[in-house]
């Protein structure tokens, strides 16, 4: 079946990168998604990327996927407090009927950002 | 900004009650989505309306939970009796396509006593 995995938490000092990983099972997955989540809020989508790319930069953020791993990252360049929140990996696992995105998602990494 | 609007924010219940949550979704988005997020867990998807019709309700468990989008607009998720194991957020999202990005409301957190 369809899992998403990844690690639990991460802490990086202000200014410097923060690197999330994420593996997945569905090697049909259309597209592969990174969300925020603050605390007590929604989810925000950041950025995803297309499973026929390697790679896509964003401002700060470029997600890196390996699909023959099926390993997907996402980097946080020049990390700040305010990018303290949980990071979710999401793989869309279109439905055959209808063509519908169903999301799966993982854990979620807790990303600390300390001075 | 367009948002995703969901009520009540907060909601506590003693077990064997009736709860229900609602949700707006962003005006025109066509498709709805009902998550459960389990503390210390990623979303987990309940059901899914394209309009007024489910398309995916495969997690429900039918025999508490109900959920329904009479005109294809504003949705309702119902448990009737809650469980203990019912306590988490529920999430909101909509899109404007079937394959489109999907945007989240706040939540509402349950707690059931």
């Known amino acids: 079946g369809e899992d998403v995995e990844q690690s639990l938490f991460l802490s990086v000092r202000e200014g410097d990168s923060s690197v999330i990983n994420c593996t997945y099972t569905?090697?049909?997955?259309?597209?592969l998604y990174w969300y925020k989540q603050e605390p007590g809020a929604g989810l925000q989508l950041l950025t995803y990327?297309?499973?026929?790319?390697d790679m896509k930069q964003d401002q700060r953020l470029t997600v890196l996927l390996n699909k023959k791993d099926k390993h997907l990252s996402l980097r946080i360049a020049d990390t700040q407090t305010g990018d303290s929140a949980i990071y979710f990996c999401?793989?869309?696992?279109?439905?055959?009927?209808?063509?519908?995105?169903?999301?799966?998602f993982g854990a979620g990494t807790r990303l600390a950002v300390h001075p | 900004e367009a948002e995703v609007a969901q009520s009540p924010r907060y909601k506590i219940t003693e077990k064997s009650q009736a709860v229900a949550f609602w949700c707006d979704p962003i005006s025109g988005h066509a498709t709805l989505y009902w998550y459960r997020q389990i503390l210390g867990q990623g979303p987990e998807l309940l059901v899914q309306f394209q309009d007024e019709s489910v398309v995916d309700d495969s997690q429900l468990p039918k025999d508490r939970f109900s959920a329904e989008r009479l005109k294809g607009v504003d949705s309702t998720l119902k448990i009737q009796p809650a469980e203990l194991g019912d306590s988490a957020m529920y999430l909101c999202?909509?899109?404007?396509?079937?394959?489109?990005?999907?945007?989240f409301g706040p939540g509402t957190r349950l707690t059931v006593l």
């Open positions: 569905d090697s049909s997955s259309t597209y």
């Open positions: 999401a793989e869309g696992a279109a439905m055959f009927s209808g063509g519908y995105n169903k999301l799966i």
């Open positions: 990327i297309f499973s026929n790319m």
């Open positions: 999202a909509s899109s404007s396509l079937g394959l489109g990005e999907q945007f």
